[in-house]
């Protein structure tokens, strides 16, 4: 998308981090008149040298703009930042990768301050950032008005999904995904650990793990279905009985191997926590709940 100056509003952008600056290099190529601070200005030249204005002040950045993005450090660093400063009349879309707390407090913390407040949580890395091909997004929680008004601009740097008016949600869909990320990369570390010391070639190796993954991640759908339904034995192919009979060949194969087992013993030990509650017709999905036990014991203990 591209516009001119005449046509798009000014935007106000606090952080120029690896992500921030990609974000300003997309609304100066679409012709939005920007304005940027960074606690370091000197890394506000360049940005300077490709047509935005580079503010001395927090407060100087934020009374030049209507629309006011923030990409900074954490939480804390955008009370620091935005300490004192006139926030009467603005709106504040805070991109700072945040708790589902931290985001519901920022946003009371804005409205005392006579602001509108959005929320957002990039699922993108910076090279991501205007290559729509690359399929990144940014979610987004808070006043729907608010992202309906400022929804083409938003969308300059990378796509949009707008997730409820609830202004954690974003932070938590954030954090939801990543979260799932990183167990897939713990499995597939695991796994590449197991053929560490063969004549296999990970490289080899590397599109068949891909695949596979890919394939067994559609079962999120059936989970999805399973927990609103609560229904969790019908049309079950692996029930839980089964596959916790098979984990004990999965645990002999990693000692084998001489792989440590850290990875991947805790997810076997819920399942068999499922099992010996009386679950075993049951999928996996029951270890969704038998998270959400132990969290609340953790809590209440």
């Known amino acids: 998308m591209t516009q001119n100056s005449t046509q798009a509003s000014p935007v106000t952008l606090l952080g120029l981090g690896a992500m921030g600056t990609a974000l300003a290099r997309t609304w100066l190529a679409a012709g939005y008149p920007l304005t940027v601070w960074n606690r370091t200005p000197a890394r506000a030249e360049a940005l300077a040298a490709e047509g935005a204005k580079a503010a001395d002040s927090a407060a100087a950045a934020v009374a030049a703009s209507g629309l006011v993005v923030i990409c900074l450090l954490d939480d804390a660093s955008v009370g620091t930042a935005l300490d004192g ?8 879309v805070n991109l700072t ?28 890395v910076p090279p991501m950032i205007g290559v729509p091909e690359a399929g990144g997004y940014v979610f987004y929680s808070g006043s729907r008005e608010l992202f309906e008004l400022h929804r083409e601009a938003l969308a300059v740097p990378v796509g949009t999904k707008y997730v409820g008016e609830d202004a954690g949600f974003a932070a938590l869909h954030d954090v939801a995904l990543l979260s799932g990320m990183y167990g897939m990369f713990a499995g597939a570390a695991h796994a590449f650990a197991l053929i560490r010391r063969e004549d296999i070639d990970p490289v080899a190796f590397a599109p068949l793990l891909a695949d596979w993954l ?33 984990t004990p060949t999965f645990l ?25 509650a009386g679950s075993g017709e049951e999928d996996l999905t029951g270890v969704v709940d038998l998270l959400l036990d132990r969290g609340a014991a953790r809590i209440s203990a």
């Open 85 to 92: 400063v006139d926030l009467a009349g603005k709106d504040l």
């Open 97 to 124: 990768t945040t708790t589902p707390a931290q985001a519901r407090a920022r946003a009371a913390w804005a409205e005392e301050r006579g602001a509108r407040y959005l929320d957002g949580g990039i699922m993108a």
């Open 214 to 246: 890919a394939a067994m991640a559609q079962g999120v759908h059936g989970t999805a279905a399973r927990l609103k339904s609560q229904d969790y034995t019908s049309g079950v192919v692996s029930h839980l009985a089964m596959q916790v009979a098979g």
């Open 252 to 276: 002999a194969t990693a000692e084998g191997q001489g792989v440590s087992p850290e990875l991947i013993r805790p997810y076997f030990e819920l399942m068999r926590r499922r099992l010996d």
